[in-house]
């Protein structure tokens, strides 16, 4: 039995006989678990730092507080209810604001990835709020990421302003950057949003390396072309 489910018999006293969501939760808490230690390991987050979540059944499973991601314990995850209050694990990281607002500007997302990855928070304190963050170059930019980035104005973590001004921006599309904090990304599943969130910081990246130079834009009608064959 799993220790959610534990929980919810323990506390709802339903009894519920364990069925095919345990096992697609069982799974979800071990790919959460590894794709983080791999974020980990490549240097996408480093100490504490940066959060992610996933849809299940009709609550949300999400990294705890003050948990790294290279070391994430699948037990431990918080499990949330449709509310968003905690069912079972630890705490969940404080940054829960940020998915939240997420899932409800993006009702199809089903999972969120936030890191302060070094190229895309370098570049969020220079970006200018409303801005295109960074251009679109490649075409895996404009599928993954969409053609235009937001930039969004520097809010206290968990504060009620950044909520609002979060959720509003990701209604235009599935990643922004968070002035002078990090990256943000949604997906329509796990594996997604884990790929968009490194496809941003290598976009970060490229505009670093490319700064001060002449790249080549990607066409209008380019653009358009990618954009029909974008990956949600
Ligand atoms: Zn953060």
Redesign the pocket.
């Known amino acids: 039995m799993t220790r959610s489910a534990q929980h919810s018999t323990a506390d709802s006293g339903s009894g519920a006989p364990l069925g095919a969501g345990d096992d697609a939760e069982r799974r979800l808490r071990d790919r959460i678990v590894a794709l983080g230690a791999s974020l980990f390991a490549r240097g996408f987050s480093v100490g504490s730092?940066?959060?992610i979540s996933a849809r299940s059944g009709d609550g949300v499973l999400m990294t705890p507080t003050n948990a790294s991601l290279g070391r994430l314990d699948p037990e431990r995850l918080s499990l949330l209810g449709p509310d968003y209050g905690r069912l079972s694990g630890d705490l969940p990281s404080k940054?829960v604001v940020?998915h939240r607002a997420v899932y409800e500007a993006r009702p199809d997302a089903r999972a969120v990835v936030?890191?302060?990855s070094p190229y895309a928070t370098a570049l969020s304190c220079l970006a200018q709020e409303s801005e295109q963050a960074m251009p679109a170059l490649t075409p895996y930019h404009v599928m993954r990421l969409g053609s235009r980035v937001p930039v969004i104005r520097y809010g206290r973590?968990g504060s009620d302003e950044l909520f609002a001004e979060v959720r509003d921006a990701m209604r235009s599309g599935p990643a922004a950057l968070?002035g002078n904090?990090?990256s943000l990304v949604a997906g329509a599943s796990l594996e997604d949003a884990v790929n968009a969130a490194e496809e941003l910081e290598a976009s970060a990246q490229l505009a670093f390396v490319l700064h001060g130079r002449a790249p080549r834009s990607l066409t209008p009608d380019e653009v358009s072309e990618l954009e029909r064959m974008r990956i949600r």
């Open positions: 730092a940066g959060n940054e940020l936030h890191l302060h973590p968070l904090h990090g």
